[in-house]
């Protein structure tokens, strides 16, 4: 499994962007999707995530209500939808894939299996 993360940029607050995760190689039919954030100075953090077999999301509080995690399943593609940002989501977005799904570990890194590289969202005041 390979994930390449893109769409990140330069914009200024209040303003959207859309980053997208594509995957190659096989999928997990149990498993899903997540997005995570590495501010400057901060550890990875997790923002959101989506679970394959009944698309479920998952996001952390600070991003609720701006933030949109789907799916593409034609395109093999995730995707996070990122309105009204604020200068506080400026950091290095990575997505990454697990084989498997519990509810309750959505946010934990370790249970993730395969990671993408990183794209750099910088949000200007």
């Known amino acids: 499994v390979q994930l390449q993360a893109y769409g990140g940029g330069l914009v200024q607050a209040g303003e959207s962007l859309r980053l997208s995760c594509i995957a190659s190689?096989?999928?997990?039919?149990?498993?899903?999707m997540g997005w995570f954030r590495q501010a400057p100075g901060k550890e990875r953090a997790f923002v959101a995530a989506?679970?394959?077999?009944?698309?479920?999301?998952y996001y952390t509080d600070s991003v609720k209500g701006r933030f949109t995690i789907s799916r593409d399943n034609a395109k093999n593609t995730v995707y996070l939808q990122m309105n009204s940002l604020k200068p506080e989501d400026t950091a290095v977005y990575y997505c990454?894939?697990?084989?498997?799904?519990?509810?309750?570990?959505?946010?934990?890194?370790?249970?993730?299996?395969?990671w993408g590289q990183g794209t750099l969202v910088t949000v200007s005041s």
């Open positions: 190689g096989r999928t997990f039919r149990h498993g899903g």
């Open positions: 989506i679970r394959w077999i009944d698309n479920n999301t």
């Open positions: 990454a894939e697990r084989r498997t799904f519990s509810g309750h570990t959505y946010g934990v890194q370790r249970t993730y299996d395969y």
